[in-house]
């Protein structure tokens, strides 16, 4: 199902607490309950929706960048490695990614999935709802992106994971409740704002996601969460501008701005009803100065502390 956890390395600058960066914060004892990271090497989806290989080294990359961040001393993260993908068998690498989020799951963890392709997407969500955590629970699926990824299609790919995820909460005998922040119209077709009017989605569109309209967002984001039990961050790096995220599968032409991104992340991090999150799509091969690479760890990290924060107690 997954592969030895790859090695960890970054900068070191002492030998105490007060020194601690990623690289240091990465505890394999089994069973050990916190954040658990799980990769998922794949672009079979991009391949077949048409857009740039390249986002099977995207967890590789994450990595890298995350080795030498700085992370408080009390944050306890595992890597529990990536999952196996062959040739173009996608079905089989997202039942694999399904099997490490259940396990994960059951073993008190909060999954954080480094995509890989947004197929990443549905992967995850089996794994969420093979878990049990979702038995008589409503879920929510919030999707920062520049696409609704509700297409229909002959085989499943990137652009296809929410339609999937829809049927899925069909057949467990729940309401799709999906919301995207980003959306950039010129990049989703009439039939898609036709698929997601008719599947009750909310959204909103990248114009309305800039700086000035950043506590709009938040309210939305808020508005969203209270009204689920158990909720599922799911982050396309295309939701940010090409100038910020260059390295990506299919790069935006406005973007909602990082500031705007990160905010939503420290909020929906600090929810507990934060059940997984994944980040995808990171293609290196047309990434400048590891931009990319190191949003990304920017918004994981972001994500991370603030899930390590709300269960910190006060005073301490």
């Known amino acids: 199902m997954s592969t030895s956890v790859p090695r960890w390395t970054g900068r070191v600058d002492g030998p105490g607490p007060e020194h601690r960066r990623w690289h240091n914060a990465i505890d394999e004892s089994p069973g050990a309950t916190g954040v658990s990271l799980i990769g998922f090497p794949s672009d079979i989806g991009v391949r077949r929706n048409g857009g740039r290989p390249g986002a099977q080294a995207g967890p590789g990359a994450i990595r890298a960048a995350l080795g030498s961040f700085a992370i408080q001393p009390e944050v306890v993260v595992q890597d529990a490695g990536d999952v196996a993908v062959a040739g173009d068998d996608l079905e089989a ?4 990614l399904a099997e490490a989020v259940a396990d994960q799951l059951r073993a008190g963890n909060l999954p954080v ?3 890989g392709g947004h197929e990443t997407a549905y992967g995850s ?6 878990s049990g955590l979702l038995d008589g629970r409503r879920l929510g699926v919030l999707n920062l992106d520049a696409h609704f990824d509700l297409r229909e299609a002959d085989r499943p790919s990137s652009g296809t994971p929410f339609r999937q995820i829809a049927v899925g909460e ?6 799709f409740t999906y919301a995207v922040i980003g959306i950039s119209q010129p990049s989703n077709t009439a039939a898609l704002f036709a698929t997601a009017t008719e599947l009750g989605v909310r ?3 990248d114009l309305d996601c800039q700086e000035r309209h950043i506590e709009d967002v938040l309210e939305f984001v808020r508005a969203f969460i209270a009204d689920v039990d158990a909720l ?3 982050i396309d790096l295309d939701v940010l501008p090409a100038a910020q995220a260059p390295g990506v599968s299919a790069p935006s032409t406005l973007g909602v701005p990082a500031a705007v991104v990160i905010e939503v992340c420290r909020l929906v991090g600090s929810d507990p ?18 931009r990319t690479a190191r949003i990304a760890a920017r918004l994981v990290h972001t994500i991370v502390t603030s ?8 005073g301490h």
């Open 93 to 96: 690498a997202q039942d694999g």
């Open 113 to 115: 999935v480094l995509g």
């Open 125 to 130: 969500y089996l794994g969420l709802a093979r």
């Open 170 to 175: 069909t057949e467990r005998g729940a309401e």
């Open 203 to 205: 959204h909103l569109h």
């Open 232 to 234: 599922y961050l799911s």
């Open 273 to 290: 009803k934060l059940a997984l999150s994944d980040i995808t799509e990171l293609n290196s091969s047309y990434d400048i100065d590891n």
């Open 307 to 314: 899930a390590a924060d709300r269960s910190v107690p006060e």
